[in-house]
């Protein structure tokens, strides 16, 4: 009986020591710096999403804000900016990116999830960047944001999960482990 309760003992003790071992070396893997430049697939281009819209079924010279047209128009480069494509190797990557910070979900200071996107602005001027631009951040407990021009890191793990938001469609998902200012 006294070698069954010593066994159960190490084995919680080896059991314990292999978890915390596990969450420190998960904790302190290096994450991978990206650049915005690396969530868009090779040979993609801006130009490869304008070129898919037939623009001589609209009258560009006479179109105006309010003209029904000009929203069938919008609505449909909308349309491809929130369907451009993304790089798929990037599931599961522990990364940080450098952006802006575009709240979503607060209360008072504290940001439960926003868009992380490259330049100041983006995703308040139309259109949004393509979705290959902007990541879905979801922080962990909440984030205390500075001010709104001054760009963060963000550091966790990617996926690739779409999200809609009326600010934007963002092709990525970022589970955020640490969120520090930009130096």
Known sequence: MKSTV????IWVTLSACL????????????????QW???????FT????????DYSQYDLSSLSDDDPEAQRLYSDMTQLLA??????A????HIKLAGFVVPLEMDGDAVY?????PYYGACIHTPPPPSNQIVFVQTQGGYEMGP???????SGTLMVEAQQSELGSSGYTLYAGNIEPYL
Request: no cysteine.
């Open 113 to 117: 999830s926003f868009l992380l996107v």
């Open 19 to 34: 978890l915390v071992s596990l969450a420190f070396n998960a904790q302190a893997r290096e994450a991978t710096e990206l």
């Open 90 to 93: 990037l599931t599961g990557a």
């Open 83 to 88: 369907n451009a494509p993304v790089v798929d």
């Open 148 to 154: 709104a021009d001054e760009p963060v890191y963000v």
């Open 6 to 9: 010593l066994n159960i003992r």
């Open 46 to 53: 801006y130009k490869s999403l304008r070129d898919q819209i």
């Open 37 to 43: 430049e690396d969530l868009m697939p090779a040979g």
